[in-house]
């Protein structure tokens, strides 16, 4: 854990590897592999061309040294309505955890998410990510009985709506 906060910044095209290989090293973690997760979006490897598209933003964290330890972003559901937006791809390196990190990228989030217009934000999460779901409903998420729109993460089993 450090004592210098971490910087968050929206992401830059040199930020790609970094945020795939966190995403690729993270969601194993928790078993989110295979079929049916983000890991294997195509988007992975190329995050800071797919949130420049309209109503898009994706945001990294960085250490003390300039190093991305983490992201998320939002943009909006597929297959949704379009009032609501999806938090997408919020993972963190183990050395960012536990020390508001996701707490501020949440609200770096949904602070986006109002500006682009958005009256919602939904996202879906695995259980067993704990600390995640966690934070979710310190943010006002409320947990939901089935997923929304057709992100085609069908391995998730967890769902939550927020109101912005």
């Known amino acids: ?12 095209a040199g930020d790609d590897v970094a945020v795939a290989n966190i995403i690729r090293s993270v ?12 890991i294997n ?31 998320a972003g939002v943009a909006p559901l597929t297959g949704g ?11 963190f390196l183990p050395q960012a955890r536990g020390q508001g990190t996701g707490a ?3 609200a770096q989030c949904l602070q986006a998410a109002r500006e682009l ?3 919602q934000c939904y996202l879906e999460t695995l259980g067993g990510m704990d600390a995640a ?8 998420f409320r947990r939901i009985d089935a997923s929304m729109g057709a992100t085609g993460h069908g ?6 709506l927020r109101s912005l």
């Not at 945001?59 to 040294?65: L, N």
């Open 104 to 106: 501020a990228m949440m």
């Open 117 to 119: 217009g958005f009256r």
């Open 41 to 71: 979006d195509p988007e992975v490897d190329w995050m800071s061309q797919a949130y420049a598209q309209p109503r898009c933003a994706y945001f990294v964290a960085e250490d003390e040294v300039g190093d991305v330890v983490g992201g």
């Open 133 to 140: 779901m966690k934070l979710y409903e310190r943010s006002g």
């Open 155 to 160: 391995g998730c089993n967890a769902f939550y």
């Open 27 to 38: 969601m194993p973690e928790f078993g989110a592999v295979g079929c049916g997760f983000a």
């Open 1 to 12: 854990m450090t004592d210098v906060p971490l910087k968050i910044r929206p992401i830059a």
């Open 81 to 91: 309505a379009d009032d609501t937006c999806e938090l997408r791809k919020m993972y």
